[in-house]
Every structure is written in structure tokens, then in C-alpha cells.
């Protein structure tokens, strides 16, 4: 069975993340989903109430997707570490790491990127705003990594945009009431 890993910090999760997930229901068997710290950012929300978002996020696609998962229990600030708990779970399978074309050039530095990149294949978001360069790539076949670039255009959104200047659009009404009731951009003023 193939799985596609959505891993996100996703603080706050966008509209653009419910878009991905939706894309890739239709195209994979399974698709885990997790939040989790990411070594390289700095986090306003909790872990947990990221988590609580992501919920959010996942249970207000239409129809409900079947095969659509949130799994907590693999979160970790490496993701090579979340391979190793992931297969723990799915012995078997073969696991898509999804990750945005801002990661490509990127994900080389990740920890152990050699050892975690032998373990997943990758699929690649495409981003309004970051090309996918040919030299990245060809460095990430260079691990032995099998790379595809999902054929999506993903909305403008972005948690950084709402965060600074309280882009509303970008996030779904449901997310947006939480946020709000439960204060967890302080800065940002709260609807009148």
C-alpha cells in the first residue's frame, strides 16, 4: 500500500494545507497526516493546539475522505525519526514524503537527510512563489530518492501571512473561530 506522510508545523494549518490533503486522498491508499515542532521555526500556537486545528482542517472536507488519518503519535521534531515510528505502524508499506517545493533545496540539511532519504519516496506541492530547480532535484536523486511533483494548484496561503498580517482568507471560518475564541494569536484583533 502506498502512504503519503503530510507532516506540517502548521501554525495556524491553511486553507492551502485542506487543499493537499484533498488532492492527496484521491491519490493515495492512505494519507497520514501529523503536526509537529519544526527545529527550524519558531511556534506561536502549542503543539496541541496545532494539533487541534489540523482536526479542524481534516474534518471540514466534503465528504469526509475515508482514508484520511491524524496520527500524533509520529510527530517529532526530526523526520527521520517519524519514518522509524511510522513504520512501526505501517510494516509494509511504501511511504510518499509530502513536502512543498520551499523544502526541496532544503531538505539535504535535514537531519540524517541521507539515512531519511533512502527510507521515502518524495512528492513535491508546487508553491506559488518557489521554483522547483532542476540542480535540487538532480541532488536529491543523487540519495538514491525517487522524486514526483504532484500535478496540484495549491491556493495562496500561508500561516506566516496570517500571522503577521492577519490574512483571514487564508484560513477556513471554522479555524478562524477557534483561533479567535481561544486566543491564540494575541496580536491579531478578533473579529468585531
Known sequence: MRIALFGTSGD?????????????CAHYHLVVVWVSNNPFKTHHATLEQRLEMMALIT???????????????????????????????????????VIGADLVGQIPTW??????????????????GYEILATDLERLHSFGTKVAIA?????????????????????????LEYIHRNCIYPWLNPPS
Do not use: C, M
Open 111 to 128: 537531519y540524517r537527510a541521507p539515512d531519511l532519504l533512502s527510507q521515502v519516496n518524495l512528492l513535491v506541492v508546487p508553491r506559488q
Open 12 to 24: 495556524p494549518p491553511t486553507i492551502g494545507h485542506q487543499k493537499i490533503l484533498q488532492w492527496l
Open 59 to 97: 474534518d471540514s472536507i466534503a465528504p469526509k475522505p475515508r482514508n484520511l488519518e491524524i496520527h500524533p503519535e509520529i510527530s517529532h521534531p526530526h523526520t527521520l525519526k517519524t519514518i522509524e515510528l511510522a513504520r512501526q505502524i505501517w510494516t509494509q508499506d511504501t511511504f510518499d514524503l
Open 151 to 175: 500535478d496540484l494548484a495549491v491556493p495562496i496561503s500561508s500561516s506566516t501571512e496570517f500571522r503577521q498580517k492577519g490574512a483571514e482568507s487564508h484560513l477556513i471560518p471554522a479555524l
